[in-house]
């Protein structure tokens, strides 16, 4: 199971990178942005194979990693949640041409992106309470989360933030895949008999 585990990880590090190149398209896309432009559609149809490819590896690395590990069912919920989130925003911020509703140079929105986003980085520390270089970890991507904010003061959209999350989430399943291998961090998956303690969170009680 703990090879599930690693290869759950390995797989939402990949989805968050494919979120990063939908990002980086988008800043493209927007810049050049034309109705009858042949370039825009085919940056429009790039940044949506990146979306949902991206949306497919953080869906098959979320059920991996829920699937092998006990416990943390915050963690679990919160993530999965996440991702919906995360797909959501991006098809807004695609189609934002067509919705008056959303606005995407919108603080209020920036700073809830970030404070959610940033609240699920932390239930990432249930993955092994008290462990130093976790929280280490836990706390410089959560860091990394609200530099996103910073896009609303340059005047960016919210794809700004996005990117950050994806940068954020990627160093963060990156790190946490390293600690894994390196026998750093201990996590207690299904069927593993080296651990019979019951798991016990000092962060969030479940």
């Not at 090879?3 to 759950?8: I, L, S, V």
Request: proline share 1%.
């Amino acid at each position: 199971m703990h090879e599930r585990f690693n290869k759950g990880l390995k797989s939402c590090m990949i989805g968050n990178l494919m979120f990063l190149a939908f990002s980086v398209i988008c800043l493209i896309y927007y810049k050049i942005y034309s109705p009858d432009s042949a370039i825009s559609k085919i940056l429009e149809i790039s940044a949506y194979a990146c979306e949902f490819g991206g949306f497919a590896m953080l869906l098959w690395g979320d059920w991996l990693v829920s699937s092998s590990i006990r416990f943390r069912n915050i963690m679990k919920l919160f993530f999965s949640l996440y991702i919906a989130l995360e797909s959501v925003m991006m098809i807004l911020e695609l189609n934002s041409y067509k919705f008056d509703f959303y606005k995407p140079y919108s603080l209020v929105l920036a700073i809830t992106h970030a404070v959610v986003s940033g609240l699920v980085c932390l239930t990432f520390l249930q993955l092994d309470p008290d462990n130093k270089k976790l929280e280490i970890t836990v706390i410089l991507c959560t860091a990394i989360i609200f530099v996103g904010m910073l896009g609303n003061i340059m005047g960016l959209r919210i794809y700004f933030s996005i990117m950050i999350n994806a940068i954020a989430y990627a160093v963060l399943f990156y790190l946490l895949r390293r600690l894994v291998l390196r026998d750093e961090m201990e996590v207690d998956c299904h069927g593993d008999r080296a651990r019979v303690a019951e798991y016990k969170s000092t962060f969030f009680d479940e």
